[in-house]
């Protein structure tokens, strides 16, 4: 694939590296030279120095052949502005944009830009750590939906998955076990110490922080 | 009208506070504290503290009821957030958003601006045009820069002179509008007859400039 990134801090530079030992076409862009000594000396696709929206240099880039493009500048703006440069002038197939302010961030995935932020996901990820003693969550910011992971302990451990699962609103998909991570059946019996990993209803959530006893520390 | 500015450099607060003696209810909003300290004791405006590209901080500016926008700061892809962020998600009807670099005035226009500004692009064209032509006046600009109201002061050598106006081939979309002549004001008509030192009135497309030039004074 021919995949332009713009932007070469710490997570363009990685991703720049990954696609590229995979064998893709990799164009980094950035406005600051210095940023691409990140990639290293084994990097081998092209640097282009300039602005992610400068027209010409995303031509030069090779953008009207591009497969993908992904921008991941510190600036929000400038990667709303180059991800809707690279989707409604130069119609890439694939656009991703990470954008650090939930607000816009939120705004542009309903006007149906391709938008990865991390801020609120990070932000709640490290609230539980902090202050939940059994319960960490993922993507609640998925408005609906939540991933969430939970320590069995006590009563749990010896209950069966299906004893478990609420359905409609509780669904475990797999338990990390001390000897790895497994997908659960039906019948499946959680020990002490495994750690669950659920999807669950957000509305769901307080039923169930009640029903398997989680609370704050 | 409501007219939100953001950006209160030297075009932001010029602009608002000529809309505001214009009996226009104006909110600006500025990054700058300092700067807004000075504003909101010289403007009779909503002055609002902060990053206008939060959508927080546009609805506390009240862009909920604006009219228009108007994005002005130095930085284009934040005039083209705001621009966006207003029609989009709030709403306004009109945004009109500066352009600093004129490599991005074709990205603004695609991206759904309603008013592109080039202040670049029109200052470097006043500039231009009084250091190569001192017989052309572009003297308005409008349509955004599309159409013009020119001045020509025809030279002796100029090749129409004394010849009649219906005799003189003017470019496509090019009108006479009027001759000056010492005092007196002369609206052309066929048999007008033109005369060393007459200015002469046109509105022109700006592409056109070039080819009325060549007609009336003879060169480029």
Known sequence: ?217 | MYIVVVGAGKVGFYLAKRLCSGKHTVAIVDKDKLVCEEIAKELEALVVNGDGCQPRILEEAGIEGADVIAAVTGEDEDNLIICQLAKEKFRVRRSVGRINNPDNEHTFSELGVDVPVDATKIISKIIEEEVSFSDFVNLMSFKRGKLSIVRVDLPAESPVIDKEVKDVKLPLDSVLVSILRGEEVIVPKGDTVFKTGDDIIAITTVGNEPQLLNVLIGKL
């Open chain 1, 1 to 217: 694939m021919h995949i332009i990134i713009v932007g070469c801090g710490r997570v363009g530079s990685e991703l720049a590296n990954l696609l590229s030992q995979e064998g893709n076409d990799v164009v980094v862009i950035d406005k600051n030279a210095a940023s691409f000594e990140r990639l290293g000396r084994t990097f081998n696709g092209l640097t282009l120095l300039g602005s992610g929206f400068d027209l010409r240099l995303l031509k030069q880039a090779g953008i009207e052949k591009a497969d993908a493009f992904c921008v991941v500048t510190n600036g929000d703006n400038t990667n709303l502005v180059a991800a809707q440069v690279a989707k409604k002038i130069f119609k890439v197939p694939k656009v991703i944009a990470r954008i650090y302010d939930p607000q816009r961030a939120h705004i542009y995935s309903t006007l149906g830009l391709d938008i990865i932020s991390g801020t609120v996901l990070f932000a709640s990820m490290l609230r539980d750590k902090i202050v939940e003693s059994r319960f960490s969550s993922y993507l609640i910011e998925a408005k609906d939906l939540g991933v969430i992971e939970i320590e069995v302990k006590g009563s749990l451990s010896g209950s069966t998955i299906q004893d478990v699962n609420m359905p409609g609103e509780f669904l475990v998909v797999a338990i990390r076990t001390l000897h790895g991570v497994v997908i659960p059946q039906p019948e499946t019996v959680l020990q002490e110490k495994d750690i669950l990993m659920a999807v669950v209803q957000v509305t769901s959530l307080k039923k169930v922080r009640e029903r398997f006893g989680l609370g704050e520390k």
